[in-house]
């Protein structure tokens, strides 16, 4: 039985700072690519940082949060984490993790075998 496992989200202000976590049972992450997606109230899903196997490096990162979001994976624990800085309002959202054995996209969100429950996000000024 396969689960992703997410949270860290919360409430914060404009500037500030959280770490979301991804702990997954069922799948190893050091073999998996695995993604964050985010949703608004009124909006599509929107893809966020990807990471492949550990190699962050070649992974995807929306315009909107490159310099601010970092993704990382500690295999030891089986998580991926999301570190987001310098936090906007517009970053405000559920955010959900997802993983496949294959590289799925991160623009649509198609294909990915598996899903996170999500965890909100909200960034207040």
């Known amino acids: 039985h396969v689960q992703l496992v997410e949270s860290g989200g919360g409430s914060v202000q404009v500037g500030g700072s959280l770490r979301l976590s991804c702990a997954a049972t069922g799948v190893t992450y050091r073999t998996y690519f695995t993604a964050w997606f985010r949703q608004a109230p009124g909006k599509e899903r929107e893809g966020v940082a990807s990471?492949?196997?550990?190699?962050?490096?070649?992974?995807y990162f929306a315009d909107s949060v490159k310099g601010r979001f970092t993704i990382s994976q500690d295999n030891a624990k089986n998580t991926v984490y999301l570190q987001m800085n310098s936090l906007k309002p517009e970053d405000t959202g559920i955010y959900y993790c997802?993983?496949?054995?294959?590289?799925?996209?991160?623009?649509?969100?198609?294909?990915?075998?598996?899903w996170g429950q999500g965890t909100q996000v909200t960034v207040s000024s």
């Open positions: 997802a993983a496949d054995a294959s590289i799925r996209s991160c623009l649509s969100g198609d294909g990915f075998a598996y």
């Open positions: 990471i492949y196997r550990g190699d962050r490096l070649g992974g």
